[in-house]
């Protein structure tokens, strides 16, 4: 599918899409939790699905009702089949950790895009903690035979992925001897593994941390059935907030300002480029402006990565974005795509390892190739409202995290045709 977008002006209010990172979160401490707990608002989008489609393989009861779901959880079982996890870097992830409790045999398998992202650290943690797993080939990622989780003291690199560090936080407090975690500095993402043990807190698990997150400690502990409320999603809104600075004024609400979301940073960012901001009881109003360049370290908030280019292309000035290098193991080469995608709409762009600088300017219209990675389609869909005259080729892919940003695209003013639905 191709999204056909002219240059229009957007004005209007849309509600943020609750999170990803808190429904699937949410989802994994609950079907830990001996009875029934209640997910108020999940986010219902394809790598949600995917959560809930493998859990429910291993014995999660998951039903819908009144717009939430309850979840029954606390006895896993060996599932019939394998655990294909899609493109969810977060459900394959967690699984792989929470089938080390699962009495029997699981194999889980992912999508083409998911089976390029690392696993093996996981995997060698796993095994220090008596754990027998191995990563297999394209096919079966991962098996793992669970049952019975030892615990005891691991490691996991800082600076790869947070999911990995919170895995080992879902099923630490069920190992017999608890987990000792001990990461290797630099460590990236914070605000994600913030998330983690805030939302293991709702369920009665407690984890102890040194201030640089560096190292944890874990004791065996019960998780308690919980009602818990999936927050509205910081990098959903992103792309909308960066439309009204660029191409008229927009409304988002359903966010809260005191949220741990690492991409709640995109509410600094803009003000540090000039853009006008006007901050309401649980929502942000952006007005079109003119936009300056900015420094910034994306190390912790590395998905804001396609946003904060798309405004760097439409402001004044050299931008430069350092901490990136890890956008380069996301659903696409991200690094790549911004770059291929910028310099298709005449903007300047120079790429080193770690960093990217580009030159504001006018961008031009042009056929953007999304690779399939639904960050970049909706970051440069804020650059075709600007310029008109583009196609996000793989528009579908949206679904990902936002099945309804086209239409909410649309209902905003936005200049938007899908072709090959």
């Known amino acids: ?209 040194t201030p640089d997150f560096i190292n944890y400690k874990v004791k065996p502990q019960v998780y308690k059935p919980a009602k818990y409320r999936a927050e509205g999603d910081w990098s959903s809104a992103s792309y909308l907030l960066a439309l009204g600075a660029v191409a008229g004024d927009v409304d988002v609400t359903n966010l809260s300002r005191s949220s741990h979301q690492a991409d709640r940073q995109i509410w600094i960012l803009l003000s540090k480029m000039g853009a006008d901001i006007h901050a309401g009881h649980n929502s942000v109003r952006v007005t079109k402006s003119a936009l300056k360049a900015v420094q910034v370290d994306l190390s912790d908030c590395i998905d804001l990565l396609p946003t904060v280019a798309a405004l760097a292309a439409a402001a004044t000035g050299v931008s430069e974005l350092t901490g990136i290098s890890r956008a380069r193991l996301k659903e696409s080469d991200r690094v790549a795509a911004v770059k291929e995608g910028l310099k298709r709409m005449n903007i300047s762009v120079r790429e080193e390892k770690d960093t990217m600088f580009i030159t504001g300017g006018a961008p031009q219209g042009a056929v953007i190739d999304s690779r399939g990675d639904h960050r970049i389609a909706m970051a440069f869909s804020i650059l075709g409202v600007l310029a008109g005259d583009t196609i996000i080729e793989g528009a579908g892919c949206v679904g990902k995290t936002y099945p309804e940003f086209w239409d909410v695209l649309k209902s905003l003013g936005g200049g938007v045709a899908l072709d090959g639905q």
């Open 1 to 209: 599918m191709r999204a056909l977008i002219s240059r229009s002006t957007v004005r209007g209010k849309a509600e943020a899409p609750s999170s990803k990172s808190y429904t699937l979160r949410g989802l994994m401490c609950a079907a830990l939790a001996n009875g029934q707990s209640e997910i108020e608002r999940p986010l219902y989008a394809d790598d949600t699905d995917a959560g809930r489609e493998v859990l429910q393989k291993i014995g999660v009861g998951i039903v819908e009702k009144g717009g939430s779901w309850m979840v029954s959880g606390g006895r896993l079982r060996e599932p019939d089949s394998e655990l294909y996890c899609r493109d969810s870097a977060g459900t394959l992830r967690f699984l792989t950790a929470i089938c080390s409790l699962v009495p029997g045999t699981c194999r889980l398998t992912a999508g083409a895009s998911l089976s390029r992202r690392p696993i093996l650290p996981l995997v060698t943690a796993l095994r220090k903690l008596g754990v027998n797993c191995y990563q297999e080939g394209s096919k079966a990622l991962v098996t793992v035979e669970g049952g019975r989780l030892q615990g005891g003291e691991t490691n996991l690199p800082g600076d790869i992925s947070s999911q990995l560090v919170s895995a080992l936080l879902f099923i630490a407090p069920l190992a017999e001897k608890g987990i000792e975690l001990n990461l290797t500095p630099p460590v990236e993402s914070k605000p994600y593994i913030r998330m983690t043990i805030d939302c293991l807190k709702q369920f009665g698990i407690k984890v102890g941390h």
